[in-house]
Structure formats: structure tokens, C-alpha cells
């Protein structure tokens, strides 16, 4: 069962605009959430997380905003930059459970 | 390099085959991760060591599936009489701490596996 979900495979933005990813769970037994950037015949890179404590955390240009009463965040990235083109991933875990569980990816395209 | 380092890159098998897959963490780092990348999808959790202990392994598809770390720092993942199934790409991940919640997972560049 897919408990993290990305139902957006792909999104497509215009240089120096606003890129919003979203992302959905379904285990309110998560409590820590993470954002992975991929690029191609690489592995996936740590880019911004937040604990349920929390529902903003802010790292330069993104922004990570979680909604827990919606089991929603959302990656935030202003301004988008050509090299923001990647996959990201969302993923999920328990506080002390050492596994994550992660969406199926959001592929985004910076347009010059 | 100082980061997650796999090999190797591309592995191609003919259907029955045995693979090992080898994953080299970063130097001092306790937990290590193996995940699975299908097409299209995220990476999903296969088995995880704490140094040389395999403490998780309820990912692992199949019995053909076997890991070790037998010093607590290079692992193998080793898949016995390939499927077609078994196409994927394998990622191994390894962190400093012993248990997540906060701690940052630093993943390789994968193997990438296609059986015939």
C-alpha cells in the first residue's frame, strides 16, 4: 500500500517563478518528513525536511509547509532556477523508525 | 570520494542468473539501507543494517533476496536465479546515526539491474 502519495508525475515552470509541490500520506503514525531531489543516473540528495512539530521550515529557496490535520506538505521553491530541474521525492517515517517511505516522485521542468 | 559509492553501475543478467550488488557507505557510518526503484515509482525499503547486524529485513521480496555486512562497512546485496521482476534500480543508503527521525539518509547513484 502506497502511503505516501505524489499525484502530480510531473510539473513544468517558468524560470523565476514559484514551483509548489504537493504530497499526501495516509499513516498518521508519521512524524518526520522529508524532500529528496534526483537527477538522472544519480541517487537521490537530501533537500529540505520537517518534523510534525512544526509546520513551516524554510532553507534559502524552499520552503516545506505540512498540514497535519490534511496529512499534506508541500515543497515550495522560489525563485525556480534551471538547475531545479529534477525528480523530487517526498518521504515519510516515524520518529526512531529508521525507514522511510516515499512517494513515487514529481518530475519538474524549469523553462528559460 | 567521500560520498555513498556502488558497483556495479549497470548490471545486465539473463533470466536465472545470481547477481551481487555491492555498496561501499560512507566512512563511520552505523545504519545502512538497501532500497529497490522501479520504474516510475519511489525507492522502496528492502533491508537495513546497524554496523554488521542486518536488523530488518521485511522488505526483501523474496527469499532470493539475501544482504550482509559482514564487518560493518561494505555490504552486498545478493539476488539469486534472476527474474524479470527483479529489473529495477538498487539503491544503498547510509546514515551516521542508528535510528532515523531526523537523520539524514546519504543514498549512492545505484545500480541498475535489467534481467532478460
Known amino acids: 500500500d502506497q502511503q505516501v502519495k505524489q499525484n502530480s508525475p510531473s510539473l513544468s515552470v517558468q524560470e523565476g517563478r514559484i514551483s509548489i509541490l504537493n504530497c499526501d500520506y495516509t499513516?498518521?503514525?508519521?512524524?518526520?518528513f522529508l524532500w529528496y531531489k534526483k537527477y538522472p543516473a544519480e541517487g537521490p540528495t537530501f533537500l529540505i525536511s520537517?518534523?510534525?512539530?512544526?509546520d513551516k521550515n524554510e532553507d534559502g529557496r524552499f520552503t516545506v509547509f505540512l498540514n497535519k490535520s490534511a496529512k499534506h506538505l508541500s515543497l515550495h521553491i522560489v525563485p525556480s532556477q534551471p538547475g531545479d530541474s529534477a525528480v523530487y521525492f517526498c518521504?515519510?517515517?516515524?520518529?526512531?523508525?529508521?525507514?522511510?517511505?516515499f512517494g513515487a516522485g514529481t518530475t519538474v521542468t524549469v523553462r528559460a | 570520494g567521500a560520498g555513498v559509492s556502488q558497483s556495479p553501475r549497470y548490471k545486465v543478467a539473463k533470466r536465472g542468473q545470481d547477481v551481487a550488488l555491492r555498496c561501499d557507505p560512507i566512512?563511520?557510518?552505523?545504519?545502512l539501507f538497501w532500497y529497490q526503484q522501479a520504474l516510475g515509482q519511489g525507492p522502496e525499503f528492502l533491508t537495513y543494517?546497524?554496523?554488521?547486524?542486518?536488523?530488518?529485513k521485511s522488505g526483501l521480496p523474496s527469499d532470493r533476496f539475501f544482504a550482509e555486512r559482514p564487518e560493518g562497512s561494505v555490504s552486498t546485496l545478493k539476488i539469486q536465479r534472476t527474474q524479470q521482476e527483479d529489473s529495477a534500480v538498487y539503491l544503498c543508503?547510509?546514515?551516521?546515526?542508528?535510528?532515523?527521525?531526523?537523520?539524514?539518509?546519504?543514498f549512492g547513484p545505484g545500480t541498475r539491474l535489467t534481467v532478460l
Open positions: 543494517f546497524q554496523n554488521e547486524a542486518q536488523l530488518d
Open positions: 518521504a515519510a517515517s516515524r520518529s526512531n523508525d529508521y525507514k522511510l517511505s
Open positions: 566512512s563511520g557510518h552505523v545504519s
Open positions: 520537517i518534523s510534525s512539530i512544526k
Open positions: 543508503a547510509s546514515s551516521f546515526f542508528s535510528s532515523a527521525g531526523g537523520a539524514e539518509q546519504f
Open positions: 499513516n498518521s503514525m508519521f512524524d518526520y
